[in-house]
């Protein structure tokens, strides 16, 4: 599984928010887009989480 966390550049941010400085960090996962948080350290606690869960997964169904 991949599971990645990126910052959003200001392309894909309003123009409220850019001003504003406001700071988004996406979570994906095999290239979907899971989850967007505001925090960088909550981004990549829930990549953890997700990678955790998949791993449960693999284990339950070896």
Known sequence: MTVKVTERDD???SHEGVAAGIRIWDVYQQDL???MFHSEKDAYNY???LETQEQQ???RSA
């Open 57 to 59: 997964r693999e284990r």
């Open 11 to 13: 392309s894909h941010k």
């Open 33 to 35: 887009l899971v989850g």
């Open 47 to 49: 990549k953890a989480e």
